[in-house]
């Protein structure tokens, strides 16, 4: 769960914090996950998922494709694969409102940037 004030994401701290504390929130994990299979060369994204009907459900987390599947490292755990990015909003909270996708740490940590956002059409 990822709170702020205002329900935006807050930057995460420093990798390396959060490798060497072995603590931190969703934000910290997901970027950790980011930069160990960046490293390793998978072509990760961080994925936020917001809840506007509860911010506190907020949740950021690490995905990547292997084999042609979609996966998602999330608090550490591995899930998968999935069919889609909105399966894996919908796998965290049936009432998701919308996700953003940042292809890099630079994006998520420093600009705040979006690569690819998604509102959820709800009828």
């Not at 490293?39 to 995905?63: E, F, K």
Request: proline content about 3%; hydrophobic content about 40%.
């Amino acid at each position: 769960m990822l709170v702020s004030k205002n329900g935006a994401f807050p930057g995460p701290q420093q990798v390396q914090e959060t490798f060497r504390t072995k603590r931190g929130n969703c934000a910290d994990v997901a970027a950790l996950a980011f930069h160990v299979l960046a490293v390793h060369g998978y072509g990760p994204h961080i994925m936020t998922i917001q809840v506007s009907s509860d911010i506190r459900m907020n949740h950021a987390l690490c995905v990547f494709f292997q084999n042609g599947g979609l996966y998602a490292l999330d608090n550490g755990k591995l899930r998968g694969p999935y069919r889609n990015l909105e399966t894996i909003a919908s796998n965290h909270h049936q009432d998701w409102s919308e996700y953003h996708i940042y292809d890099s740490l630079e994006n998520f940590m420093v600009t705040h940037v979006a690569d690819v956002s998604k509102l959820r059409n709800v009828r």
